[in-house]
């Protein structure tokens, strides 16, 4: 099956997709606000009909909270998820909109024309990309090139509360050989991305408790240790003067980027000046003998995200408190274990604790990084049919934050993802004036062609 007739098929067919998208972004799918239900439910109506108008079967499958849309078509080759969402974010404050955000519109910008309203980068559009790529697939050849599982989710924006019993009831269903992932973005406006690794994050709440009450600084300043100083001490011995984390042990399950990675990643020109100038900082603050991306992407992290005791309200007190807490969290990476990261921070902090002093922790659920492995040959096929339709080569990158849905698909169905999307940092997602370049859906539907035939082959 030939791919040139289905990339000029869905060349002349863009403004009938384009249609078809208004129709999906006009319904207001917004999944927190019960208000919405029946919106969110007729958006799971309309996919589960657009997807039966190209020949796949499909079906609204409940759950307790919002219906996920589930297809399949047969065929030959590698057997594919993919997987996008179709509810959206609140839309207020509404007075922020220039216009109506679930009537959309095309729009005539400096940067070319893009496509507004609420969902249309976050997910509708990019969910859509797919199904436009599979529609004219289906409307050359008959058929699709490959053996396609269709999950749309109704419940991103607001938890995924469904999501994880979803995928256990129906592991058998929905294991493929490789999901694709469309919730991603561009790394740049010319460069696509593949999303491989994708960090942990482990998180710590805790407070020290040394005397047993709230002591005047006149009677006990000076023979009694203050607990807000014993935490300040703890906390800045988590860095070294080279930016490093302290905790033993910390990097030994980070692995060290493999030096193919190491150049693509030199060669993506990040410009740290400018992303750290954006927020009013000048130099990075991670480790020194590590590159601004590697910080962001492949290094795990210890930060403190908040700290408080003693008296924070006007005026003046002179209290020595009885407690001081903290919040920290860890970004992990590699194999780094989040409970081991746990302990390790734990008999670290208890070393530090003068006698008598206890600590309180407030536990939370850590996750562990994940890495997908590169090594399976259908990442470079997909890499390469990327780079085949955007201006310069597409790279695999990390992402500092992380992405629940490829961990669940990993740990669940054991199954590998490919994070890949057309969005653009200035997209606005979740925000008022949401929108989706027009090139985002054009070259976007034209990379799933594309990624379709090189997958099948
Ligand atoms: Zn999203």
Redesign the pocket.
């Known amino acids: 099956m030939t791919l040139d007739p289905v990339l000029a098929r869905i060349d002349q067919n863009m403004p009938d997709a384009v249609d078809r998208l208004f129709d999906l972004l006009r319904i207001k799918s917004i999944s927190t606000d019960p208000a919405f239900n029946a919106d969110v439910d007729r958006a799971a109506e309309w996919l589960v009909s657009e997807l039966q108008s190209i020949g796949i079967e499909a079906e609204k499958r409940p759950t307790t909270g919002h219906p996920m849309v589930v297809g399949h078509v047969d065929g030959p080759g590698p057997h594919l998820l993919f997987y996008g ?1 179709y509810d959206v974010q609140p839309v207020d404050p509404l007075e922020l909109w220039d216009r109506d955000p679930f009537d959309p519109a095309l729009e005539d910008t400096d940067a070319g024309q893009v496509i507004r309203a609420r969902g249309a980068s ?2 509708k559009g990019q969910l859509m990309t797919f199904v436009e790529a599979c529609r004219a697939w289906k409307a050359v050849h008959g058929a699709l090139p490959c053996k396609i599982t269709f999950l749309f989710e109704g419940e ?2 607001s938890g995924s509360p469904s999501l994880v019993p979803f995928l256990k009831e129906n592991a058998e269903e929905l294991s493929c050989d490789i999901a694709l992932i469309c ?1 991603t973005g561009l790394f740049e406006s010319a460069v696509p991305a593949i999303t491989t690794m994708l960090r942990g994050l482990l998180g710590e709440d805790f407070t020290i408790t040394g005397p047993s009450r709230d002591l005047h600084s006149g009677m006990y300043g000076g023979i009694a240790m203050n607990p807000i100083r014993v935490l300040s001490k703890i906390l800045a011995g988590l860095h070294d003067e080279t930016g490093a984390v302290t905790l033993p042990g910390f990097y030994d399950d980070v692995p060290e980027l493999p030096d193919h990675i190491r150049a693509q990643w030199q060669g993506l020109n990040f410009d740290h000046a400018t992303y750290l100038g954006d927020v009013g900082l000048k130099s990075p603050a991670g480790e020194l003998d590590r590159t601004p991306l590697e910080q962001i992407w492949s290094r795990p992290t210890c930060d403190v995200n908040g700290i408080w005791g003693g008296y924070t309200g006007d005026g003046f007190k002179t209290v020595l408190p009885s407690q001081a807490s903290a919040k920290l969290s860890f970004r992990l990476v590699g194999q780094q274990d989040p409970d081991k990261i746990r302990d390790a921070f734990r008999s670290y902090l208890e070393g530090q604790l003068p006698e008598g002093f206890t600590v309180e922790y407030r536990t939370e659920k850590g996750s562990a990084a994940s890495q997908m492995s590169i090594e399976d040959p259908s990442f470079e096929k997909a890499r390469e049919a990327l780079s085949d339709e955007w201006p310069r080569p597409a790279a695999y990158v990390g992402c500092g934050g992380s992405i629940p849905i490829a961990g669940f698909f990993k740990d669940m169905l054991d199954m590998d993802s490919m994070l890949i999307g057309f969005g653009r940092d200035d997209d606005q ?1 979740h925000s008022p004036n949401e929108k989706y370049d027009m090139e985002s859906f054009h070259k976007g539907t034209r990379s799933w062609a594309r990624i379709l035939a090189a997958l099948s082959q």
């Open positions: 969402h976050d997910d991103e924006e919730d997602i």
